[in-house]
């Protein structure tokens, strides 16, 4: 969110009046939104794989209570936040000053148009998670391009680790494999080869749960991070072959850090960092699929043409629209993400096969 907040509003280093060593490091801070997703994908491969393995190895895996419980978590928000990104463009495009912004080409995030985006066709598409493979991400909605992504990471690797799995049939085991191989092929080579991003995630929870692998290193977490930090800092002024290489380097030195920061674990956390961690988590899927859409409409609103200097006064402004946004991403999840957890209950019972 800071991210897009800061491209849409502010200048771009090149052009600021004052290069001081805080502003600087505000740019740098605020410039790391693409290498937050791939952190994302690590998170989500160790939490969602270390459910399935689990599952798996406890035999009591089921597709549909899985399948129902991944719909439900993305779909209670995603629909809503459809609705609202649309309704919000839908607005924007109605506003004189801003037709370069919804009919033109938004180039700091590379919209071609937001008008032509802006369809039922595409509005399905993303819907049921076709975007970036199908159809384009809707609207103005760019962060929508790595829910397609995860969402068919959630099916691929349980078909994968299924094929793995000693005692499954050979007819299961077939079609397992024939599956896996369509699947592939339907998601395109782009979207397979950031699967081993996520992957990396899944890894890192049977690495951990290895008695062969305990490194006793009192500063290794520190150490990682150090290696973590230090690759996202030569990032910045430095260039790979490909921009997959680039992200392969962020997410796997991620993941060395994560794993060390599991190695040093504690039972208990602090009572005030536990409940921020909570509260911000809570709503942080709602943040990330409403938050652009919104402030290209207020951008619209407020100065379609200028972008601002970073001195205090538009800081200041910066910060109230950063928080503006927050809160409406917090009211939007205490009406759906905040459910989640019942809404699946329910749809688990629901589905459940009836006995007679």
């Known amino acids: 969110m800071l991210y897009h907040l800061r491209g849409l509003f502010f200048v771009d280093f090149p052009y600021l009046a004052n290069k001081s060593l805080p502003i600087a490091g505000l740019y740098a801070l605020t410039g790391y939104g693409h290498q937050a997703v791939m952190i994302f994908f690590v998170l989500s491969g160790y939490f969602i794989g270390t459910s399935v393995m689990e599952s798996i190895g406890a035999r009591r ?12 978590r993305l779909e209670l928000v995603l629909f809503p936040s459809l609705v609202l990104g649309g309704l919000w463009d839908q607005i924007g495009m109605r506003i004189p000053q ?15 148009s937001v008008a032509l985006r802006s369809t039922i066709p595409i509005f399905l598409g993303n819907l049921f998670f076709l975007q970036s493979i199908v159809t384009p991400v809707f609207g103005s909605n760019t962060p929508l ?20 799995v000693k005692g499954i049939d050979f007819r299961s085991r077939i079609f397992y494999e024939v599956f896996a191989v369509l699947l592939v092929w339907f998601i395109g080579p782009q979207t397979s080869f950031y699967f081993l991003i996520w992957l990396a995630g899944a890894l890192l929870s049977r690495i951990q749960r290895a008695s062969w692998v305990k490194p006793n290193f009192p500063g290794l977490p520190l150490c990682t991070g150090f290696i973590f930090v230090g690759v996202l800092a030569w990032l910045r002024t430095h260039r790979l072959s490909s921009d997959l290489m680039s992200d392969y380097l962020v997410a796997f030195c991620f993941a060395l850090w994560l794993y060390a920061l599991l190695l040093g674990s504690r039972d208990t956390t602090p009572h005030a960092y536990e409940f921020a961690a909570r509260k911000l988590a809570g709503f942080s899927y709602t943040l990330y699929l409403v938050h652009l859409p919104a402030l290209i409409l207020l951008r619209a609103l407020l100065d379609p043409k200028g972008d601002w200097q970073p001195d205090m006064r538009h800081l200041l402004y910066g910060s109230g629209i950063g928080l503006l946004i927050m809160i409406c991403a917090y009211g939007v999840a205490e009406c759906t993400e905040a459910h989640t957890a019942t809404v699946r209950r329910w749809l688990v019972n629901a589905t459940a096969p009836k006995h007679s």
């Open 61 to 72: 895996w089921s597709w549909r209570t899985y399948l129902v419980s991944r719909f439900t």
């Open 98 to 112: 801003a037709t370069p912004i919804y009919f033109g080409a938004l180039y700091k995030f590379y919209i071609p």
């Open 145 to 164: 391009w790595s829910l397609s992504y995860e969402f068919w990471y959630y099916i691929l690797f349980p078909v994968l680790f299924l094929i793995s």
